[in-house]
């Protein structure tokens, strides 16, 4: 599997070159393993010559190598400030890491417990690397002939569905609700037969406003992916005049 730090030998040298940091292939590797995992996770995105870390800019602003107190502790973690690469486009990013024992890491440690070390991203706009990834269209795939008009606004991890109904459907909300439900916990099911493939919805919230349906859903694992399935499931119910991902 592509990963975003793209090859470890290349990564040590280049965090030389470019910013006289020294680091190890075991720190590399690590946090290539778990940020890859968790930005796949996030954006629904797999790296590759498109989207990787970038290490041939210099990161502008704070310094590029750091440390910084933990939160609720006199303990130290450390930061990285580099960029990923997007498309042609570079967006600055922030790697965080800690130990669970209380050991302090640093970039030229080879002594490294993965189990025990724990990397992520300070903040990760999903919504941008979109944006950027996929100029042309609002989502990572397209979608044709829809029985409704879609509106994508952003998307994110906690997204929300806006569903306007059919006037002569609104007095069966309720019912379009279980329809949804089944339909989300259907795709939960088979992407956990195949070990999670696809990823799984972590929790969704129905309502009625209005006579229309809202869905606040937090994507988990799925990302994206999850709406290329249900947009399509919606469009053959042809309940709905509009829907809005937002």
Known sequence: MKTLFVDTR?????LM???????????INCADKQLTDIFIERTGVTPGKNV????AKHYTGAPIYTDYLIKGSNFLGRKLMINLYVNHSWLPITILWKSKTKKDYKLHDTNI???DIEFWFEELDVALIHKQLYPNVKLPFKLKDLSYELVVTRINMDATIEIKLKP????VADKIINEVDSFIAKFNEDSEKKDRKYGV????TPKIELGNIVFDINLGSTGPYFFKKLFPFLSELNYFERIELC
């Open 52 to 55: 990787c870390i970038s290490l």
């Open 113 to 115: 417990d993965c189990d």
């Open 168 to 171: 002569e459907h609104q007095s």
């Open 10 to 14: 290349s990564t040590v040298d280049s």
């Open 17 to 27: 070159f470019a910013y006289s940091l020294k680091a190890s292939e075991e720190f």
């Open 201 to 204: 919805i972590y929790n969704w």
